[in-house]
């Protein structure tokens, strides 16, 4: 590129050459670095002496050229020139074969020394310690004790991050717990009353932790945030329609519903009307995203007891009352199954829980039929392990995996007498690894938050019990009980005193507090400030009051009956007329005035006098009277 200058004549622009300056550049680097790695081993070897690999190349080396440095070959039988960082001292190569310390964990030794015998013979004996046991892996060492109310507690949910824990129960309230908030008092900071009076029977957070999924027993779920205020509710279904798809909601009671784990917007609901719904909560719960419909061998309707989401959110799973599970692929549509076992549990029964494991190759159900078993999803024909005599009386009885996916938990129920149990099973063989009793009560539902590492259980008794320990688990309980409670404050009410100077000048004079006693008296002549009643009256009354004759019109109509001159007419109308005959006649006011022209002379009947009986006469000639 050619340029002109002020004066017409050309001038050639300057040119670069990058590579040059990158090679100069590098050089550069390579001679500062060697120089100070040689005065690290000039500094070493005063102290130790010279190492017997570095005597030799120092003396007929220059440490300051480029050219030595060059020439030494690296591991690999490339030139330093292709490695990447500053090149290794001299007498530092990596020897793989004699050179035992570059598998050490920690900062290389000095030249000359070497790690002693001892600390490899701990680090054996470290590789050598057995794996922890499973029962030692329970953190169950300490317990608190939530109080929810006097009614089974049917529901929880513990948030992802753990921090706030959701409890709901018979007596139809939700709970809230906040353990970074609690002190050793353990009080919830907050109830509702989502769902009237129905009782709870599913809580759990979404994914996110920003929405809890309330399903009560009504025919609509609800959708709150995390502080309890209602953000959706799902429509109710036409009860005429017998073509459930063709309604836009349930309409009949809820018996569980579960996120979705991949989709923070979609939940499901299963419930008595013998459908699966899918809602979309952008929908504003005004209709179903799809419904689900599980049939009998016979192709009749079948009510689902309990639904599942599989981890990865692939696999819907629910439970019927004929004791099949069904498990539908959320990839495609929900017309047909993709697996079906019909002789899960006893047909009649209701399955109270399902659920998939960690790892998704592993279904878990607990059977109304006393029995929890394992299924292999990717071999739905026969179990593969059962456990039986597990008593349940709730309907919604969890059963779970442990975080690590090697024990189920569940509850055992009791009816008059006994301990009601939260077992710890091994899910190769369904035997009992531990067992943790709790007195009186039913163990109706558990929950082990896996990056807490705490277990909370939900017992027949209204209390909510949280198993953590100190050295497995993390915050969640050990939080709260760390606080003292609160004291309440007292207030000191100080009387405030007053100094009276006479003879001070106005200026620096106190106030004196004003006198009540004349602002009482005012006030009390004011019959509205002082509320006085109404005085006594001394007429008849008036404004619907009455005077002498009594306070109220029961005692006035008493008091008048009472003083009632009696009255001689009483028991004759015909004489309480006739005694004003005489005025009447004398005096004609109503009816005679109006005719006194017109009015014919009045001809009454005379009374005739009766004859004397002739006895000699016969009786068939007397006058009939």
Same mark, same amino acid.
């Given at each position: 590129?050619?340029?002109?200058?002020? $004066?017409?004549?050309?001038?050639?622009?300057?040119? #670069?050459? #990058?590579?040059?300056?990158?090679?100069?550049?590098?050089?550069?680097?390579?001679?500062?670095?060697?120089?100070?790695?040689?005065?690290?081993?000039?500094?070493?070897?005063?102290?130790?002496?010279?190492?017997?690999?570095?005597?030799?190349?120092?003396?007929?080396?220059?440490?300051?050229?480029?050219?030595?440095?060059?020439?030494?070959?690296?591991?690999?039988?490339?030139?330093?020139?292709?490695?990447?960082?500053?090149?290794?001292?001299?007498?530092?190569?990596? *020897?793989?074969?004699?050179?035992?310390?570059?598998?050490?964990?920690?900062?290389?030794?000095?030249?000359?020394?070497?790690?002693?015998? *001892?600390? =490899?013979?701990?680090?054996?004996?470290?590789?050598?310690?057995?794996?922890?046991?499973? *029962?030692?892996?329970?953190?169950?060492?300490?317990?608190?004790?939530?109080?929810? /109310?006097? %009614?089974?507690?049917?529901?929880?949910?513990?948030?992802?991050?753990?921090?706030?824990?959701?409890?709901?129960?018979?007596?139809?309230?939700?709970?809230? +717990?906040?353990?970074?908030?609690?002190?050793?008092?353990?009080?919830?900071?907050?109830?509702?009353?989502?769902?009237?009076?129905?009782?709870?029977?599913?809580?759990? !957070?979404?994914?996110?932790?920003?929405?809890?999924?309330?399903?009560?027993?009504?025919?609509?779920?609800?959708?709150?945030?995390?502080?309890? #205020?209602?953000?959706?509710?799902?429509?109710?279904?036409?009860? !005429?329609?017998? $073509?459930?798809?063709?309604?836009?909601?349930?309409?009949?009671?809820?018996? /569980?519903?579960?996120?979705?784990? &991949?989709?923070?917007?979609?939940?499901?609901?299963?419930?008595?009307? /013998?459908?699966?719904?899918? +809602?979309?909560?952008?929908?504003?719960?005004?209709?179903?995203?799809?419904?689900?419909?599980?049939?009998?061998?016979?192709?009749?309707?079948?009510?689902?007891?309990?639904?599942?989401?599989?981890?990865?959110? @692939? +696999?819907?799973?629910?439970?019927?009352?004929?004791?099949?599970?069904?498990?539908?692929?959320?990839?495609?549509?929900?017309?047909?199954?993709?697996?079906?076992?019909?002789?899960?549990?006893?047909?009649?029964?209701?399955?109270?829980?399902?659920?998939?494991?960690?790892?998704?190759?592993?279904?878990?159900?607990?059977?109304?039929?006393?029995?929890?078993?394992?299924?292999?999803?990717?071999?739905?024909? %026969?179990?593969?392990?059962?456990?039986?005599?597990?008593?349940?009386? !709730?309907?919604?009885?969890?059963?779970?995996?442990?975080?690590?996916?090697?024990?189920?938990?569940?509850?055992?129920?009791?009816?008059?007498?006994?301990?009601?149990?939260?077992?710890?099973?091994?899910?190769?063989?369904?035997?009992?690894?531990?067992?943790?009793?709790?007195?009186?009560?039913?163990?109706? @539902?558990?929950?082990?938050?896996?990056?807490?590492?705490?277990?909370?259980?939900?017992?027949?008794?209204?209390?909510?019990?949280?198993?953590?320990?100190?050295?497995?688990?993390?915050?969640?309980?050990?939080?709260?009980?760390?606080?003292?409670?609160?004291?309440?404050?007292?207030?000191?009410?100080?009387?405030?005193?007053?100094?009276?100077?006479?003879?001070?000048?106005?200026?620096? &004079?106190?106030?004196?507090?004003?006198?009540?006693?004349?602002?009482?008296?005012?006030?009390?002549?004011?019959?509205?400030?002082? %509320?006085?009643?109404?005085?006594?009256?001394? /007429?008849?009354?008036?404004?619907? @009051?009455?005077?002498?004759?009594?306070?109220?019109?029961?005692? !006035?109509?008493?008091?008048?009956?009472?003083?009632? &001159?009696? =009255?001689?007419?009483?028991?004759?109308?015909?004489?309480?007329?006739?005694?004003?005959?005489?005025?009447?006649?004398?005096?004609?006011?109503?009816?005679?005035?109006?005719?006194?022209?017109?009015?014919?002379?009045?001809?009454?009947?005379?009374?005739?006098?009766?004859?004397?009986?002739?006895?000699?006469?016969?009786? +068939?000639?007397?006058?009939?009277?």
């Amino acid at each position: 590129m050619e340029t002109k200058d002020d $004066d017409g004549s050309k001038k050639k622009a300057r040119s #670069f050459d #990058f590579m040059e300056m990158f090679k100069e550049a590098r050089q550069t680097a390579m001679d500062r670095n060697q120089g100070k790695y040689e005065e690290d081993i000039n500094t070493i070897e005063d102290d130790i002496g010279p190492s017997p690999q570095t005597a030799p190349k120092s003396s007929k080396e220059d440490p300051g050229s480029s050219k030595s440095c060059q020439e030494v070959p690296n591991e690999e039988g490339r030139d330093d020139e292709d490695m990447i960082g500053p090149p290794l001292p001299p007498g530092m190569t990596k *020897d793989s074969k004699t050179s035992k310390e570059e598998d050490l964990i920690g900062p290389p030794l000095p030249p000359g020394t070497s790690r002693s015998k *001892d600390e =490899d013979d701990d680090e054996d004996d470290e590789d050598d310690e057995p794996e922890e046991t499973l *029962d030692k892996k329970i953190p169950s060492s300490h317990e608190i004790s939530l109080d929810h /109310g006097f %009614k089974a507690v049917s529901a929880l949910a513990l948030d992802p991050s753990g921090a706030r824990l959701v409890t709901g129960g018979h007596d139809f309230i939700v709970k809230f +717990w906040d353990f970074a908030g609690m002190d050793q008092s353990l009080q919830s900071f907050r109830q509702i009353k989502p769902c009237e009076s129905h009782h709870l029977k599913q809580l759990q !957070y979404s994914a996110t932790g920003e929405m809890i999924l309330i399903v009560a027993a009504n025919s609509r779920a609800k959708v709150v945030d995390r502080d309890g #205020f209602e953000k959706l509710e799902c429509a109710k279904g036409d009860p !005429y329609i017998v $073509d459930m798809a063709s309604t836009k909601g349930h309409n009949a009671m809820l018996n /569980g519903g579960s996120w979705n784990p &991949k989709m923070k917007e979609e939940f499901m609901t299963c419930s008595n009307d /013998g459908t699966v719904r899918l +809602w979309d909560v952008n929908t504003e719960g005004k209709k179903h995203k799809n419904c689900i419909k599980p049939k009998s061998q016979q192709g009749r309707k079948l009510v689902p007891t309990a639904c599942a989401y599989s981890n990865d959110g @692939r +696999w819907v799973a629910a439970a019927c009352q004929d004791g099949s599970i069904q498990i539908w692929d959320h990839n495609k549509n929900f017309v047909n199954v993709a697996m079906l076992n019909r002789g899960c549990h006893m047909n009649g029964t209701d399955t109270s829980c399902l659920c998939f494991s960690y790892d998704g190759q592993c279904l878990a159900s607990r059977g109304g039929d006393d029995t929890l078993k394992l299924w292999d999803v990717r071999n739905f024909k %026969k179990p593969l392990k059962v456990r039986e005599n597990l008593i349940s009386y !709730y309907s919604v009885t969890d059963c779970i995996f442990s975080p690590n996916d090697r024990m189920v938990l569940t509850g055992t129920s009791i009816k008059k007498q006994g301990d009601g149990k939260l077992l710890f099973l091994d899910r190769e063989s369904l035997d009992t690894v531990s067992e943790i009793a709790v007195a009186d009560t039913s163990v109706v @539902r558990c929950l082990w938050h896996p990056k807490l590492n705490q277990i909370v259980i939900g017992c027949g008794d209204g209390k909510a019990r949280l198993f953590y320990d100190p050295d497995k688990s993390h915050r969640g309980a050990m939080l709260c009980m760390v606080k003292q409670p609160r004291k309440s404050k007292q207030v000191l009410a100080l009387a405030s005193q007053q100094i009276i100077t006479p003879y001070a000048l106005p200026m620096f &004079k106190e106030t004196k507090s004003t006198s009540t006693k004349k602002f009482e008296e005012k006030v009390r002549k004011d019959p509205v400030k002082s %509320k006085r009643p109404d005085l006594p009256m001394t /007429g008849p009354g008036e404004g619907g @009051r009455l005077g002498v004759k009594g306070a109220t019109l029961a005692q !006035y109509v008493a008091q008048s009956l009472v003083k009632r &001159k009696p =009255d001689k007419y009483e028991n004759d109308p015909r004489a309480a007329i006739l005694r004003h005959a005489k005025e009447a006649a004398e005096n004609p006011f109503w009816i005679d005035p109006a005719y006194k022209k017109t009015q014919p002379e009045k001809l009454f009947q005379e009374e005739e006098k009766e004859e004397e009986e002739d006895p000699d006469e016969p009786v +068939w000639k007397k006058q009939k009277v």
